[in-house]
């Protein structure tokens, strides 16, 4: 018998292995909602309020309801009669905020159709069901809406003054939220401060718009009074907690499923009406039924983000360091309020960055508008907060004659600091620390990969006295990722010896069936392909919170791991029983258990979950049960930080007002990267969105409350052609804080962006003494703001 | 986003579109390459009662080389005439222009007949038509007539084809040899209609500026020859100096759209330095 | 009585007939009544570009077509790329490059990269940008596209000088 050595495997964490999922993406086999089809599939289509403020007199569904082909009509007040509204649908915040954070919130519930009233444009008032969404289409046509119109109000400011329409008569106010969070003696800073500036920062609305629209299926299976919904969204657990309560099931008759996701990013991380409708309706008209949104619903109805208002007010030395940091910023939520606070607190957490601030205070208030509700997207929070900090740090230096670098160098949080505590709660409730990370390193990284600010001044100055415009911009930030409270992971030995893993998480194309794959294989010593992933359905585990804010790397790759441990225990136990050797004298290897230093000793993993199967001749030691499989829910004891310097150099052609970017740079440290091909993707796609946000996309509602952005001639998504190319930099600090040392990358990339623009395009125009404090930066902004427009139209 | 329904034919000869035409009057619509057409029925902006598809009229694609003439059928693909030899050599402008147009998927459907008869204010093939003062072939039950650009574009999707009649031809006159041309953009991305654009033809003569001229899109309702412009050129030759002052002319000649997209001023503004870039590009590039 | 039209088409070498209403935009045609759910819908106003197929050859958006204008022509969708199981260059390029995360513009933007590599076998990168510019992808920032394009066009240049002259 030859003696094998036993060969040292290389992890596949941290290998850029291509994706699982890629071959049914591009052979056309990915099957996304659009696609489900069912045998006896009805076709839904919502009627959507055109006005922006109304109240509802009258919904005559009579004629539609005798179109061709229809089946089943309900309004708002039809469904009243059969439905209470639905209760608190917003993400709910754990007792040690609330206990610490002064706040004040009213909950607006959004009805799944409205009755009273109708609040934005696009908000649904009925919903046709027919045979197919063309004759769907063609009954909605011939619904009569009888609409008293109301004044609308679409600015947040305006919203709180005392005279303002109202939106939520019960509250009579528009102020649905507030609180305030800081630490130290702000006036008493200020006052002693040398120096103070204020100013105003705007961040504006716009939004996800996925690829992939909404859409849902439901089905009622009428033999198991159970219902099925299948929903592009990224939170399966928790649209079935919320029908359970509309349908009055038990969690355990309700599966909701999704299926392939055409992108979420954050958009798609809550329960919308629709999601609960839709399986309400199934049930009521006894046929599946589907409902697909099309893009131009989506720029209406689905989550619009960011539109903020910051009022900023520091005080500082002549050197640029940051003595005191006051902000007040009102966040305009549109209609209803799905999220809560959750927006508004991480900015205000966020405002922070990486920098040392002992006196620090942030006031928030949440305006109501009649506008489209405003949800998380990529950033949620974080950008707005990013850009009234990283615009002030660069108009601090401009007063004291400083390079922009300079100032952050200064302000910034040393590495020997680290971890370092903020002394303000989280939205967990925990004290925010920043556990790991070397700011300044990213910084110079960044700089050096632009050729350094000295060459690069030294460029500026020669461009200038040619009559070209180079600028630098930087944007730095930290970010919380991988909060909780919990995400779940079944872990399963299959008889086949294959490892079955099952977890709340809701891929959009993270990659996540890949790298989820990479994890166990290492913890498990199998390959990849050995590895089953079930993601995104609640039957495969019974509990789940979903994927939003950057939170699946960290907190699955911990459930699984904790899983794994006491089935680890398990297999060698019956292992070790099978082998007749201790359990301590054994390790995994390539698939099976075998005796550490004894090459041919093994039993495969098969063979162990044979061994371990209930009933007869089975090669369990006694004490130990059958089955082979474990759950675990981790909790992580708070987010652990991530963060980013993006940096660039722009050439801002003043006469058209064209900004070219020249070269854009991130410098960013997730931790520990499972898979670096698909990190890099994260980071490039989340920048490209920030790009899109910072130049692009606009929604923009006129005066009297329509919505000019509907459709994409107008709501104008960044093609190849408006994208650079990004240069990566990396650095790793593993997290403390989980098993694995990582950190959450999915959202960073959209957070700097649009203040590495703002900064950039400043420092370009500088000659002209202009300041770009509100997004998007636009080429009218930039020629007027170099005095080449001059207003002579009559 | 579906569209209303509607009766449909798709008739094989310009006399059965043409009756077609007739017959349904006020409620038809032609479908040609249907990339301006079709999102706007899936909006149910329009829902004409009938459709009538012109894509099945083979007699209607075509490029034929007429020596000082190009005779384009008013169903040819965008796409054929970005690709076409003739259209090349006779009027490089047109191939110029159409690589703004859209995209390449977007070309291979939509027709040169189909964007000049749309006449939407942003677009660039009838700022091409102007320019090179083309002629259209109208047909109808009174017959057939050419229509000069000059008098073809009335108002912002507003031309002058009578309801009964069909656009079938578009006439080019081919470009002088060594005419330097040039088109000048700006949109908010590449594909876009134009917020502005200038296209300019010249021709020299040493110093001398024998012909010049300049059409707009995107600037006003219709696009527009900047004659004035022109004249400057023409009388003060292709210097820098000459230049600006044909730039600011057409600044000063144009009545600028103001919409969501950009301010009258801004408008205004973009026509100076457009025409600017322009006309240093023709005159770099003139023979 | 709703007007039908007939449709007689060759979808991926493969001919249907259909039947439907003159206004059955083509990419439903071909997903609903022909089950091909490759082609995916992501504006319906021709713009997003997610719905490109081959008509004739040429890159079109399928959600601006009616169905009936494609009765007599041959189309190619993304099922019909691959080749008895084994990958085009473009999509093996794509899987080595990470040039798909959701994967829904996917399909079109292979499509797309098609013909645009027919018409420019050899593009520079700034060519690619602006080829692929007519598909808006919201996950990728593009630059893993532009690799696996760059990549297919390679391996598809060394294909075509391995063939032997005809």
């Known amino acids: 018998m030859t003696q094998e050595k036993t060969q040292a495997r290389q992890p596949f964490v941290g290998r850029p292995l291509p994706r699982r999922e890629d071959r049914r993406l591009l052979t056309g086999r990915g099957q996304y909602i659009a696609d489900l089809v069912l045998p006896g599939m009805l076709h839904a289509v919502f009627v959507r309020s055109q006005v922006p403020h109304a109240c509802i007199r009258a919904v005559d569904l009579s004629r539609a309801a005798s179109a061709p082909g229809v089946v089943y009509v309900l309004s708002g007040l039809d469904l009243l009669k059969l439905l209470p509204p639905v209760s608190d649908t917003q993400l709910s915040l754990p007792r040690k905020w609330t206990a610490t954070v002064q706040h004040q919130f009213h909950n607006p519930q959004q009805p799944l159709l409205a009755h009273d009233k109708v609040r934005h444009v696009g908000e649904a008032i009925a919903v046709i069901v027919a045979e197919s969404r063309y004759a769907a289409e063609d009954a909605a046509e011939l619904v009569e809406v009888d609409l008293e119109p109301l004044p609308p109000v679409v600015d947040a400011e305006r919203a709180l003054a005392a005279d303002s329409p109202l939106l939520h008569d019960r509250f009579r106010t528009n102020l649905i939220g507030e609180f305030a969070i800081g630490k130290g003696n702000m006036e008493a800073a200020l006052a002693a401060a040398p120096r103070r500036l204020k100013r105003r920062f705007y961040h504006h609305r716009y939004m996800a718009s996925p690829m992939e629209c909404r859409g849902v299926v439901g089905l009622h299976d009428a033999r198991t009074d159970t219902i099925t919904i299948w929903s592009s969204t990224q939170v399966v657990h928790w649209v079935r907690r919320e029908a359970a309560m509309v349908l009055r099931l038990p969690e355990a008759r309700i599966r909701c499923v999704a299926l392939d996701v055409g992108g979420g990013f954050g958009i798609k991380g809550h329960v919308y009406p629709e999601d609960l409708l839709i399986p309400f309706v199934a049930r009521a008209v006894g046929a599946p039924v589907r409902w697909i949104e099309d893009r131009h619903e989506h720029l209406m109805c689905s989550c619009h983000s960011r539109d903020q208002i910051h009022d900023v007010e520091v005080g500082f030395d002549d050197d640029g360091r940051i003595l005191a940091f006051r902000d007040e910023f009102i966040f305009d939520c549109g209609a209803w309020n799905p999220i809560g606070a959750g927006i508004a607190y991480n900015t205000a957490v966020h405002l922070p960055g990486p920098y040392k601030l002992d006196t620090f205070s942030v006031r928030s208030r949440i305006a109501s508008t009649n506008k489209v509700p405003n949800a998380p997207y990529r950033g949620a929070g974080r950008p707005e907060a990013t850009f009234a900090t990283e615009r002030m740090m660069d108009l601090v230096a401009r007063e004291v004659g400083r390079d922009p670098a300079e100032v952050r160098r200064l302000n910034m949080i040393k590495p020997e600091e680290m971890p370092y505590h903020v002394q303000l709660p989280y939205r967990d409730g925990e004290p925010i620390v920043y556990d790991s990370g070397n700011y300044l390193g990213g910084l110079e990284k960044a700089l050096a990969a632009l050729g350094g600010v000295e060459a690069f001044r030294e460029r500026q100055r020669k461009a200038r006295a040619e009559g070209r415009h180079l600028g630098l911009g930087i944007g730095t930030y930290v970010e919380g990722t991988g909060v909780g409270p919990f995400e779940s992971a079944t872990v399963r030995i299959d008889p086949s010896g294959k490892i079955y893993v099952a977890s709340g998480a809701c891929p959009q194309g993270q990659g996540m069936e890949t790298i989820f794959a990479q994890m166990v294989a290492d913890a498990w010593s199998v390959d990849p392909d050995d590895v089953i992933i079930a993601l995104a359905d609640t039957s495969a585990i019974s509990t789940g919170f979903g994927t939003i804010a950057s939170r699946s790397t960290v907190t699955v790759s911990a459930a699984i791991h904790h899983a794994s441990e006491p089935l680890r225990e398990k297999v060698f136990a019956v292992a070790a029983n099978m082998l007749e050797c201790a359990a301590s004298d054994l390790e995994l290897r390539q698939g099976s258990v075998g005796i550490v230093g004894v090459p041919g000793a093994a039993v495969s993993l098969a063979q162990v979950a044979q061994a371990a199967r209930p009933g007869w001749d089975h090669s369990r030691p006694d004490g130990v049960d059958a089955g082979l499989e474990s759950t675990y829910y981790f909790v992580p004891p708070t987010v652990t930080w991530a963060y980013a310097t993006h940096a660039a150099i722009v050439d801002v052609d003043v006469a058209l007002g064209r900004i070219k970017i020249e070269k854009y740079v991130i410098a960013h440290d997730c931790g520990v990267v499972v898979n670096p091909m698909l990190v890099e993707g994260q980071i490039i796609g989340g920048a490209a969105q920030g790009l899109g946000g910072a130049l692009l996309e606009e929604l923009t509602y006129d005066a009297e409350g329509q919505l000019l952005s509907a459709s994409f001639m107008d709501y104008m998504l960044p093609t190849a052609s408006d994208i650079p190319d990004f240069h990566l930099v990396h650095q790793h600090s593993p997290s403390p804080l989980n098993p694995l040392g990582v950190k959450g990358v999915g959202e960073g990339g959209a957070i700097a962006p649009p203040v590495v623009i703002a900064n950039a395009v400043s420092d370009a125009l500088s000659p002209y003494k202009v300041e770009f404090n509100a997004t998007p930066i636009k080429p009218e902004q930039i020629v007027r703001a170099a005095g080449l427009v001059t207003a002579r139209e009559p | ?287 | ?166």
Do not use: W
């Open chain 2, 1 to 287: 986003m579906k569209p209303a329904r509607f009766d449909y034919h798709s008739p094989t000869s310009v006399d059965e579109a043409l009756a077609l035409l007739q017959q349904h009057a006020n409620d038809v619509r032609l479908l040609a390459g249907g990339q301006s057409l079709v999102p706007m029925m899936n909006f149910r902006l329009v829902a004409p009662g009938v459709v009538v598809d012109l894509n099945r009229i083979p007699e209607l694609a075509y490029i034929t080389d007429r020596g000082n003439v190009v005779h384009i059928g008013a169903m040819t693909r965008q796409r054929a005439a970005e690709f076409s030899p003739i259209i090349g050599e006779k009027v490089p402008l047109l191939r110029e222009a159409i690589k703004l147009v859209g995209h390449l998927p977007t070309r291979s459907r939509g027709t040169i007949g189909g964007s000049i008869a749309h006449a939407d204010p942003s677009a660039e093939i009838p700022m091409v038509f102007q320019a090179l003062e083309g002629e259209a072939v109208a047909r109808g039950p009174r017959g057939e007539r050419t229509i000069k650009a000059e008098e073809f574009f009335r108002d912002a999707l507003t031309t002058s084809l009578a309801p009964d009649e069909m656009l079938v031809e578009v006439r080019l006159p081919a470009m002088p040899p060594g005419a330097g041309f040039a088109v000048e953009e700006f949109a908010r991305r590449h594909g876009d209609f134009a917020i502005a654009a200038i296209a300019a033809v010249v021709v020299r003569d040493g110093a001398r500026c024998c012909k010049a001229r300049l059409a707009t899109a995107g600037i006003s309702s219709c696009p527009v020859r900047l004659r004035a412009a022109e004249q400057v050129l023409e009388a003060e030759g292709l210097g820098e100096s000459a230049v600006a002052r044909a730039a600011e002319v057409a600044a000063d000649a144009v009545e600028p759209l103001a919409d969501h997209n950009a301010s009258a001023e801004f408008r205004r503004h973009l026509t100076r330095v457009l025409t600017g870039r322009a006309l240093l590009s023709a005159v770099a590039r003139a023979a």
């Open chain 3, 1 to 166: 009585m709703a007007q039908l039209v007939d449709v007689h088409l060759k979808v991926n070498g493969k001919p249907y007939v259909g039947q439907c209403e003159p206004r059955k935009l083509l990419a439903d045609f071909l997903r609903e009544d022909l089950g091909l759910t490759g082609t995916h819908v992501g504006c319906e106003h021709g713009i997003c570009g997610a719905c490109t197929i081959l008509f004739n050859g040429e890159a079109a958006r399928s959600c601006i077509m009616l169905a009936v204008q494609a009765s007599g022509a041959e189309l190619v969708t993304i099922e019909g790329l691959a080749k008895n199981g084994k990958l085009h260059p473009l999509q093996q390029a794509f899987h080595e490059n990470h040039g798909l995360q959701c994967g829904f513009c996917t399909p079109g933007m292979l499509m797309a990269a098609l013909d645009f590599l027919r018409v420019n076998p050899s593009p520079s990168e700034e060519e690619v940008r602006e080829g692929i510019s007519s598909v808006l992808c919201r996950c990728t920032g593009y630059r893993d596209i532009v690799r696996s394009v760059m990549a297919a066009a390679a391996a598809m240049r060394s294909e075509t000088t391995r063939e032997p002259a005809k």
